[in-house]
């Protein structure tokens, strides 16, 4: 089958080069010329772990163009992969869907094609893009063309591994519309595909799950997902709370709970909550989703409030320590929403940083790989570039660990907080383990420190260097 991709996204960048690695002949199409240009010169417009190193094995059954004329007519099966952005009210906006799926229909030649919406989009929008197809197609027969709501299920900084091995397959629309998708999607189904030497089969993998429903429960399977998925961070950071009340630990709770079978221990980790552009929105959308008919979803209410919480508790906890945060200089590590990405899409950095201008304080940040990103999105935000952490936490009164980098995890904390004027670290990922080698504050989520953040002089390595000690 000849494959087209409409829109070269996180969705549309990863389907397009991993289907071309299984054989397909792929167009990838874009309206935005200077991302097309980059790509037909072999330059990835996002960071993700093994894309170029894939890219470069795919390349030659992969072709790019800003052109519908160039892009539907020959198409088999046709990818819509644009953003649906959410609106003030939670709805998703679905402008750039309307547009692709009209220049989409004005395009096809009248031959059988399947219109994929692999897109997040509202539940009825696959009757809805159907509706536009039979409008604005110039040949249209109702027996020709098909939509079929194929939701994906990616984990950005694994999307890859997600891809090739995925947990299941969801395939919704008529019987010879999923049919075909089975065929394309034949090789993941059976595995029949060579692993990527840099992206190798899990151990113990065997085969995907596949569901074929209808385009309703698909598009509802892909919000009830994700929204149970924020759902369980954020009843892990309730919990949290209620840890650090008592003088629990979260890291010991969830890892208790999660052996249960019933529940598992992914997606149950305490911190800064969720961002990217995934949960949030999507959560939003089932409430607005329940508003227009009237029904109440008050637990996904819970979920959003809570998550917001906890971007508050992070400044909270710098406030109880430093007091006024005005002239403070407060070093943020990490800026894209989690780690192996450079998506800043809702990150709670950009909230981290933007309360701290608001109360007087200094910013200096850094991230491994999303700070080229964050000059260009983030110029509506004042703080300045660090070269490294170290660099970073050098003369700070205080640190956010915001990203769990795994560079944050290796750091040689011990000689980075020396460098600091006021050894407060807040760790919003919990990632450093205890005891400190120097004196410092620590501050987690859900990890109450009632002895001494550090080891004792007398089990200390060398000295600290000169400097303002925080803590006993």
């Known amino acids: 089958m000849n494959i087209t991709i409409v829109g070269t996204g996180y969705v549309g960048l990863g389907t397009a080069i991993m289907l071309a690695y299984l054989g397909y002949q792929v167009t990838g199409l874009d309206s935005d010329q200077a991302k097309i240009d980059g790509l037909r010169a072999g330059a990835l417009p996002i960071y993700e772990p093994g894309l170029e190193e894939l890219l470069a ?89 098909e939509v079929v709501s194929n939701p994906e299920f990616l984990r950005e900084g694994t999307a890859l591994g997600d891809s090739l091995y995925p947990d299941r397959i969801v395939l919704g629309g008529s019987a010879w519309a999923t049919g075909r998708l089975r065929e394309l999607y034949a090789p993941l189904i059976e595995q029949s595909f060579e692993a990527p030497p840099h992206i190798p089969r899990p151990r113990g993998y ?86 227009d008919y009237g029904y109440s979803m008050p637990i996904l209410r819970a979920a959003i409030s809570v998550n917001d919480r906890q971007r508050h508790l992070v400044i909270e906890k710098l406030q109880k320590h430093l007091r006024l945060l005005k002239g403070k200089r407060v070093a943020v590590l990490g800026m894209a929403f989690k780690p192996n990405t450079d998506d800043l899409r809702d990150a709670p950095a950009h909230d981290f940083i933007t309360r701290l201008s608001q109360l007087g304080a200094s910013v200096v940040a850094y991230d491994p790989v999303a700070m080229p990103r964050a000059r260009r999105e983030w ?79 007398e089990h200390q390595p060398a000295a600290p260097q000169p400097g303002v000690q925080v803590g006993a």
């Open 57 to 145: 094995s795919a390349s030659a059954n992969l072709h790019w163009t800003t052109s519908y004329a160039d892009a539907i007519p020959h198409a088999d099966v046709i990818f819509i992969c644009v953003g649906t952005p959410p609106l003030p009210d939670g709805h998703p906006n679905l402008s750039y869907l309307e547009s692709a799926v009209r220049s989409v229909a004005e395009n096809l030649d009248g031959k059988p094609q399947i219109i994929v919406n692999k897109s997040t989009v509202p539940i009825g929008t696959g009757d809805w893009v159907l509706r536009i197809l039979e409008e604005h197609a110039a040949r249209h027969a109702g027996s020709r063309y």
């Open 206 to 291: 065997m085969q995907p799950a596949v569901v074929e429903t209808t385009l309703t429960s698909a598009e509802m399977i892909k919000y009830a997902a994700n929204a149970f998925l924020a759902l369980k961070i954020s009843f892990a950071n309730e919990i949290a709370g209620l840890c650090e009340c008592v003088g629990a630990d979260i890291q010991e709770v969830t890892a208790g709970i999660g052996l249960d079978h019933r529940i598992g221990t992914p997606f149950l980790a305490a911190g800064a909550g969720w961002g990217g552009s995934c949960f949030g929105k999507d959560t939003s959308a089932l409430i607005s989703t329940g508003q």
């Open 379 to 457: 110029q509506h935000l004042t703080y300045l570039e660090a070269a490294s952490a170290q660099a970073a936490l050098h003369g700070a009164d205080a640190v956010i660990i915001a990203t769990e980098w795994s560079e944050f995890r290796t750091l040689n904390w011990s000689e980075a907080v020396c460098t600091m004027r006021t050894r407060v670290i807040v760790d919003a990922r919990n990632i450093l383990t205890l005891p400190l080698q120097v004196p410092a504050v620590l501050e987690q989520i859900g990890r109450d420190h009632p002895r001494p953040s550090f080891l004792p002089a």
